[in-house]
DNA sequence: ATGCACCCTGTAGCGACTACAGGGTCAAGG
DNA sequence: CCTTGACCCTGTAGTCGCTACAGGGTGCAT
């Protein structure tokens, strides 16, 4: 595009996100409208590619849209103290963990039942039996 | 109920599934038609108890809706050797091993953010750095 | 007979996209 | 100048696994 604007196209490449997300994430109101040009093409500038970058290292890390949002907004704070960001993200952090120790469980489970699988029919397959009640 | 047939609020406390849920798999395919009474209530025998409570403990293993339809019809050919059963636990487990070292990876790089907090304005954050491009 | 808990169907919503359909725009090559 | 093909536009519907109504019917106790 020429004028030093992105298309949509060009800020999908270089954030890695789909024109579709990105898309979607301004119909959402997560991305703030890009101007257009003159036949109807979204024109993003350094500063959409800044806030899309944000918003997708935001989600690699597993924060919710919804976090998202609340990040972007504290990110525009700039001479708030960021106790509230701090926050966030222990909390983020607290529920990774959990999910950790939930999935650590699981695979004990599953490992202990595949040990147990004796190899022969369905009927006496250990593994169907621990998940019949 | 009465005839020693289960309402499917009666399966539902039993099983620790929601009515909606039932009616849900139900739909789909993942449950077969239990029979009606004259007011038309659905009325569910131990079969549709053994089977709703298979279904529960597979999702509750992690399987998806799609794999617990397979568990369950590899369940009733029991001739057949249980390599297809063991299979999918094996795939399932590496799913799981997959996402917990995910998880682990995210788990550090938010503790990496946090330990880097100042405490000081947004303008300062690390957070907030960290996350921008 | 009335209240209330339960049941019925059907549809729409969640999160976070993804995948079309059915069109419009633009730059390069012939 | 015209065509080709890559890109762009909007709008809608699909994914997964439920969950939540709305608007009605049934059954049992008081």
């Known amino acids: 595009m020429k004028n030093g604007f992105l298309s949509i196209g060009d800020l999908a490449e270089a954030t890695g996100t789909k024109v579709e997300t990105i898309r979607y994430y301004e119909r959402i109101g997560l991305l703030t409208d890009p101007g257009r040009t003159s036949g109807n ?23 919710s849209l919804e976090v998202v949002r609340d990040l972007l907004k504290l990110a525009d704070e700039r001479d708030r103290d960021c106790m509230a960001v701090d926050a966030i993200a222990r909390g983020h952090l607290a529920a990774v963990e959990h999910k950790i120790a939930d999935l650590g469980a699981l695979a004990r489970e599953l490992r202990d039942l595949i040990d147990h699988c004796g190899h022969g029919t369905v009927a006496e397959c250990r593994i169907i039996e621990a998940l019949s009640p």
């Open 41 to 63: 093409f979204r024109a993003y500038g350094a500063e959409h590619l800044a806030r899309l970058s944000f918003v997708r290292r935001s989600r690699d890390l597993g924060f």
